[in-house]
């Protein structure tokens, strides 16, 4: 296959790709930020362009978007040990040749990637095959991710300069693209649809499918924690006469999150504002912890808004202070003892982390139901208004959940207007919430408790 050779910096890397077998590339070089089908490249330590990076992760590029600055590529992505890969989209720092640069300032930051749930390894292959699919195998050849794009006429892959991977076909048409299946970070310009949703990470370091999603409906945008049922934790209901068939979505913007109701015809409804990005670089990432935070390239990435906080407070996400923990002003603590006996029911699960969570000194039995009682905790309420039962008293609140072995809680919630008294029934208990200066409601939570231990 020919390249085409636009500048001077395209000739010493073509020479030197020519001396480097370990990437095998039927493409143009890899700073092109289109190739063309077949096209195979391996994930190899000795490749060109394999980068590490300070804070412990490697890129092994292979489309680069641009030059000076930071800058859209996809390839292989690892993070620590390096003993598993993704095939991803991620920023980084390039210089006028489009060589990646500043491996102690600027680290990598994943926007996408095809294979969060199925990391492969070293010697891993990424083939744009002759029918026109995108296929990432592992080092033994079973298949971890494909755009399943077989027989439907692609021509090769290009990576936009907005970090959208798009495979078109001849007629330059979008057949896939990246922008369609976002795993937990959006860029500016690109929309999340109804039907998509933002998933975040288990942790920093663990890429995998964690428990916060982010999404829109024809109703508004909410924020969930995966439960039994999941829970919301942010709300921002839309709702207008206007009806139209077009689904809802929200757009990153300059400037802002929008929303565009499929209820609305007019300009979106700013959700979030946000600081311009002029001449810099953002992006957004749903996080490990439930928050939704925006970063900027300011010489280096620093996190220029937290938006979900703002509605939610440092004390509503689900697992600010762990399971069982209550947050009282961004501190944590253990449910106290029973007000009639003084025995203890729950304990730090580490005793210097509070953060962490609580944890039950004898852990609930469906067998010894006889033995069980509550520990109320007046003026604490939970993350979510989503009560699932109206206009019922508080005994029988606390006896159905008494009833049901799956029930660790129970929250009774009164209104003031308009009079209300609404219960929640958890089956899995996050973090609780001090509330005692709303005049407007009274919130108390009864947590289920054994009362002895079982032999």
């Not at 009560?387 to 209104?415: G, H, M, P, Q, W």
């Amino acid at each position: 296959m020919a390249f085409n050779l636009v500048s001077t910096s395209l000739v010493f890397f073509f020479l030197f790709i020519l001396n480097t077998p370990s990437l095998i590339c039927t493409s143009q070089p890899f700073d092109y930020p289109t190739t063309k089908l077949p096209s195979t490249w391996i994930n190899d330590p000795s490749a060109p362009h394999s980068i590490q990076f300070d804070d412990g992760s490697t890129v092994r590029a292979i489309l680069l978007r641009g030059t000076l600055g930071q800058r859209f590529a996809c390839g292989f992505y690892c993070n620590g040990k390096c003993n598993s890969y993704l095939f991803s989209i991620f920023l980084v720092q390039t210089n006028s040749a489009s060589f990646i640069v500043s491996p102690s300032a600027s680290f990598p930051q994943v926007v996408w990637s095809a294979n969060r749930d199925h990391p492969v390894k070293i010697n891993a292959t990424l083939k744009l095959t002759s029918d026109g699919d995108l296929v990432l195998r592992d080092a033994d050849g079973t298949i971890a991710w494909s755009s399943g794009t077989a027989g439907k006429s692609v021509d090769g892959f290009n990576l936009t300069d907005t970090g959208n991977l798009v495979l078109f076909n001849k007629r330059k048409a979008v057949v896939w693209q990246s922008f369609d299946h976002p795993t937990d970070a959006l860029v500016p310009g690109q929309t999340l649809t109804e039907g998509q949703k933002l998933i975040s990470s288990v942790s920093k370091t663990n890429s995998r499918v964690g428990i916060y999603s982010f999404l829109v409906n024809d109703k508004g945008v909410f924020a969930y924690i995966q439960s039994n049922p999941s829970l919301d934790y942010y709300t921002n209901y839309v709702s207008t006469s206007y009806q139209s068939k077009k689904p809802s979505y929200v757009k990153f913007l300059n400037g802002s999150l929008g929303i565009y109701p499929h209820s609305w015809k007019q300009a979106p409804l700013e959700i979030f504002a946000l600081p311009p990005a002029i001449s810099s670089v953002q992006y957004m990432r749903l996080e490990f912890d439930g928050h939704l935070r925006v970063y900027e390239w300011k010489q280096k990435w620093e996190v220029i808004a937290d938006l979900l906080t703002g509605f939610s407070g440092q004390c509503g996400y689900p697992l600010v202070c762990g399971k069982y923990g209550i947050c009282s002003n961004k501190q944590c603590s253990c449910p106290g003892s029973s007000n009639t006996t003084g025995v203890g029911y729950f304990k730090p699960v580490q005793e210097k982390y509070h953060n962490l969570g609580c944890t039950e000194i004898t852990p609930l039995s469906c067998s010894a139901s006889k033995y069980q009682d509550f520990v109320e905790l007046k003026d604490v309420t939970y993350f979510t208004n989503n009560y699932t039962i109206n206009n019922i008293d508080l005994n029988k609140c606390k006896r159905v959940c008494s009833k049901d072995c799956s029930c660790k809680a129970a929250i009774f919630r009164t209104e003031m207007d308009p009079p209300t008294r609404n219960c929640l029934l958890l089956s899995e208990v996050f973090s609780l919430i001090v509330d005692s200066n709303d005049p407007e409601h009274n919130s108390v939570v009864y947590l289920k408790v054994q009362k002895k231990a079982i032999k």
